[in-house]
């Protein structure tokens, strides 16, 4: 508000950054408590990456959630040349009912006994 006061952005630009601030305010605590309970879950399964085969392990990135229901979340991944839709990955309901289609969230993925999980979490990022 402040900038466009000064002529510094336009009226506009201001409205656009208020409402983007209102949404970080409501999304980020939402996102770091979602990160956090999903960084417990896959700490408590304990699982080393390197005894997981190729085909079973998929690296630390940046996985967007595709679609959410309790307890389970279907993520977007690159393989084989193009984008895919993995799931469901079980999760802590505590998670699912924080997270939101679209957002980011950094981790690593491994198939153990025929299902995704979540087994290294880094952090959330809202849209």
Same mark, same amino acid.
């Given at each position: 508000?402040?900038?466009?006061?000064?002529?510094?952005?336009?009226?506009q630009a201001a409205r656009e950054g208020a409402e983007e601030g209102a949404g970080a305010a409501r999304d980020l605590p939402k996102a770091e408590r979602a990160?956090?309970?999903?960084?417990?879950?896959?700490?408590k399964m304990?699982?080393?990456p390197d005894a997981l085969s190729d085909e079973d392990y998929l690296d630390f990135d940046h996985y967007t959630v595709a679609r959410i229901? $309790?307890?389970k979340l279907w993520i977007e991944i690159?393989?084989?040349?193009?984008?895919?839709?993995?799931? $469901?990955?079980?999760? $802590?309901d505590k998670a699912t009912a924080l997270l939101r289609p679209g957002w980011d969230i950094s981790c690593s993925l491994g198939?153990?006994?025929?299902?995704?999980?979540?087994i290294e979490?880094?952090?959330v990022y809202p849209e």
């Open positions: 508000k402040w900038l466009a006061e000064k002529g510094y952005i336009s009226q990160a956090q309970i999903l960084f417990d879950a896959a700490d304990a699982v080393e229901e $309790p307890g690159f393989a084989g040349g193009r984008e895919q839709i993995l799931g $469901p990955v079980p999760v $802590p198939r153990i006994r025929g299902k995704w999980r979540i979490m880094g952090n």
